[in-house]
Nanobody, 124 residues
Framework: QVQLVESGGGLVQAGGSLRLSCAAS????????MAWFRQAPGKEREFVTA????????DYAEAVKGRFTISGDNAANTVYLQMNSLKPEDTAVYYC?????????????????WGQGTRVTVSS
């Protein structure tokens, strides 16, 4: 398994931007599908976006398409989530996850490594 540590969360006004980072230790991320999920207060955890470099594939949830961008720095073994035009409904704890089988899935059950989460609060 790979160990994941998220950072970059915080409080931002609606319309603002944040960049989350997910630093990984262990095997290089190019062999994994890397994803971001989020869990809002009182709600179930939901898929945000995922990337698989070897398949050259990216998937975004409809709620964030056009506003969020996932990217990675393989040399730094870090995945990023650039979040622009933030809305109050983006308020959640954001989790980084890795699937060592390399599937590009929206199902959290396929992901076998998780970070501890970083909180994002968007004020109106």
């Amino acid at each position: 398994q790979v160990q994941l540590v998220e950072s970059g969360g915080g409080l931002v006004q609606a319309g603002g931007s944040l960049r989350l980072s997910c630093a990984a230790s262990g095997r290089t991320l190019i062999y994994y599908t890397m994803a971001w999920f989020r869990q809002a207060p009182g709600k179930e955890r939901e898929f945000v976006t995922a990337i698989n470099w070897r398949a050259n594939s990216i998937d975004y949830a409809e709620a964030v398409k056009g506003r969020f961008t996932i990217s990675g720095d393989n040399a730094a073994n870090t995945v990023y989530l650039q979040m622009n035009s933030l809305k109050p409904e983006d308020t959640a704890v954001y989790y980084c996850a890795a699937d060592r089988a390399g599937r590009l899935s929206r199902n959290e059950w396929y992901y076998d490594s998780w970070g501890q989460g970083t909180r994002v609060t968007v004020s109106s």
